[in-house]
Every structure is written in structure tokens, then in C-alpha cells.
């Protein structure tokens, strides 16, 4: 059976919970999945194939999943890789796959295949002082927009692209 490793940055959970649903989605399709935290994932070599995952905040990924695909970037590039991002927040109608998050790098770095932007969750509670006074500042309410069935569909269908 073909090996994936999933590979997410997440600052609040939202975006890891995501990861669980590629790699759920990878082993309905047939892929035996392994989900990582960006802070200690392996090195893809020796996967068929990774799926990396990241939290857009100030329209970039997290810090620690840019330095894991920044240090893999190698490896990444000689292997099927697809990226996705977890983002907006304000409400549909949703920006485009490439609006919401310095995507140009993205690519530079994976050479992925696709590149997927769902909409992401504000579960004010857990943000941090200076995070929830700017989303107060822009008005954004908590949310959860996270496309489950759509997230676990679009993994299998990696699966099954092998
Ligand atoms: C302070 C702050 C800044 C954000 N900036 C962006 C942004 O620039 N673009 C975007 O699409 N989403 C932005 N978001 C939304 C987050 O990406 C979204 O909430 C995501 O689902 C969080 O994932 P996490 O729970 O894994 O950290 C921002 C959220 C916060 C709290």
C-alpha cells in the first residue's frame, strides 16, 4: 500500500483538525496516511506521495510549516505533492484558491500539483490578546467554515489520482 505523509501548521487547531481529515480521506482511497505537526515532521523521502497543510495568517502559512517545506523543498519537488491552506474567515463569497495566501512560494518551494484554500475557523477564546483585537477591529465573528465532506472528498481523490 502507498505510503502519504501529511504535513500541517496550525497556531489553534483548526488547521491540524484539517490534516485529520486528508489523512482520513487519503486512507479511503487506499493511501496509508501519516499526519505530522509541522514541529517534528520527518523528512518526506521514502512517502509516494505528502499533502502539506498550512494556517494563513498576514497571508502567509504559519512559520513552522514555511520552514519545513522551505527545508524540504528537495525532496518535495521530486515527489506528488499537493498543498493546501486554511484562511478566510470573512464570509462567503470566499476569495479564490490563490488570493488568500503568498502562493507564488508555495509553489516555488513544492512544485504541488494543486493547491487548495478552504475557509478556515475564529474561535475567539483561544486567540491570543493581539489576535483578537484585530479580528474585533475587522468585525470578524467566530466561525467555522472548514469544508469537512469537501476536504475529505478532495483527499481521496488524490488517492485515487496515484
Ligand atoms: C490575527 C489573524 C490573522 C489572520 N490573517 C489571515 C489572512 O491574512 N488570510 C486568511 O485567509 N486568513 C487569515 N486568518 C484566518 C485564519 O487563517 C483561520 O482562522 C485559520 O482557520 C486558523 O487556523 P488554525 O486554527 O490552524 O490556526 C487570520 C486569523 C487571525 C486570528
Redesign the pocket.
Known sequence: MARAIVV???????????GEWVAQGLRDGGVEAELFDADGAPDPEGYALAVVGG??????W?ENVREWTRGHSEALKAMPCWIF??????GPPF?SDEE??QFDRLLQWTDAREHR?F?????RP???A???A??IAMR?QDCDY?PKDDITAWARSIALSL
Not at 494556517?55 to 502567509?60: E, G, L, P, Q, S
Not at 491552506?85 to 470573512?90: C, E, H, L
Not at 475557509?119 to 474561535?123: A, K, L, Q, S, T
Open positions: 500541517v501548521g496550525s497556531r489553534h487547531g483548526g488547521t491540524m483538525e484539517m494556517a494563513v495568517y498576514a497571508a502567509r504559519v491552506s486554511s484562511g478566510p474567515v470573512t476569495p488568500s495566501v484554500c475557509p478556515g475557523r475564529i474561535d483561544n486567540l491570543r493581539r489576535e483578537k484585530m479580528v470578524v472548514r
